[in-house]
């Protein structure tokens, strides 16, 4: 959890990082491109509770559809720009919903007030359950960049990546019997800022459902939030985002050591404002796998240019079977 200071301190250093930079308003929502740190992983962050024989006891290495999910992927973008309150992002609604068919599935609807007006914000939550008490949640958003609405920004990295990496989850978890931990899968909704990212221009949906499952005790049952965004690029390197819990941030590094994916994460360390924040100041442990260095120097984020042809099936395959190894390796930890 970190202290509220800490939240202003970032908040004020992204404010003086866009002033410096003379950027565009929205280049600067997510991001807050401090000093970046050598790697990594530090040797506290090494978790010490597994040892090997539960590491043995793994089984084989979890599979993952990718090129279903590419294909996911194609057929979001194809809809175009998807920002709350459009026609595109009814669409999709319906075909998350269409996906989702036979599945528990709940939504967290309701109105946002946001500096351009009121906007419908709906949540989707599809529930996977487990034998063992306890929620992992996994998320992502699946609403895109509302400034660029009349650009032609597809968001096919931000916003269609995460949306199509939870259906393939759902396709994963669906029909099977669960030993573990329930698994709730949630598509966020309003996680971009309508003019300028800011504390209230953003995060509109998971403000309000971490609030909601605050007030009706869902909270302190979540073993872990894992957060998804911007997770296709070709050139893959998820972020060691300072604001994510170090104990989980650990044990995504052993998921992705023991599939010998380790390279491709927490290369760089940044603090990063994303969905994960209203859990994260609520105390629930938390873990942001985004990849922030979109095309050289993230040219590529928040542009037109976010298009699938700069996604790879690899990328979504590793951090897909590494959010799958996560879960299993949570299950023999706690
Ligand atoms: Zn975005």
Not at 161 to 178: D, H
Not at 299 to 321: A, C, M, N, R, W
Request: proline share 5%; hydrophobic share 35%; glycine share 8%.
């Amino acid at each position: 959890m970190i202290p509220p200071n800490v939240e202003s301190e970032v908040r004020l250093s992204a404010l003086v990082v866009c002033l410096f930079l003379g950027l565009a308003s929205f280049a600067c929502s997510k991001q807050k491109p401090a000093e970046t740190t050598q790697p990594v992983v530090s040797s506290t962050l090494v978790p010490t509770s597994l040892d090997g024989k539960a590491l043995a006891d793994l089984g084989p290495a979890p599979s993952f559809n990718a090129a279903r999910t590419m294909q996911y992927v194609k057929e979001i973008a194809g809809f175009g720009p998807r920002p709350i309150g459009s026609e595109n992002h009814k669409k999709l609604e319906d075909y998350i919903h269409a996906h989702l068919k036979g599945d528990t599935v709940e939504e967290d609807a309701f109105t946002a007030d946001t500096p351009e007006g009121k906007f419908p914000v709906r949540n989707i939550i599809a529930k996977f359950p487990g034998t063992r008490e306890g929620i992992i949640v996994i998320a992502g958003h699946y609403d895109t960049n509302y400034p660029l609405r009349n650009t032609g920004y597809v968001g096919a990295n931000d916003g269609g990546s995460s949306t199509a990496i939870l259906l393939e989850f759902a396709n994963q978890l669906r029909g099977a019997k669960r030993d573990g931990y329930s698994i709730w899968l949630v598509w966020t909704d309003g996680e971009e800022a309508v003019k300028e990212w800011t504390a209230t221009d953003s995060l509109y949906g998971t403000r309000h459902l971490a609030e909601k499952w605050q007030q009706d005790g869902t909270l302190k049952k979540i073993k872990a939030f894992l957060l998804e965004d911007m997770i296709g690029d070709a050139d893959l390197n998820i972020e060691q985002d300072s604001n994510s819990t170090a104990w989980l941030q650990s044990v995504v590094y052993q998921a992705a050591t023991i599939l010998g994916y380790q390279s491709h994460f927490f290369g760089r360390t940044i603090p990063i404002e994303d969905d994960h924040l209203p859990f994260v100041q609520r105390g629930v442990p938390c873990v942001d796998l985004i990849d922030l260095n979109y095309g050289y120097n993230n040219v590529f984020h928040h542009t037109p240019q976010d298009t699938v042809d700069k996604l790879s099936p690899k990328s979504l395959e590793i951090v897909g079977t590494v959010t799958l190894e996560t879960i299993r390796l949570l299950e023999k930890i706690k």
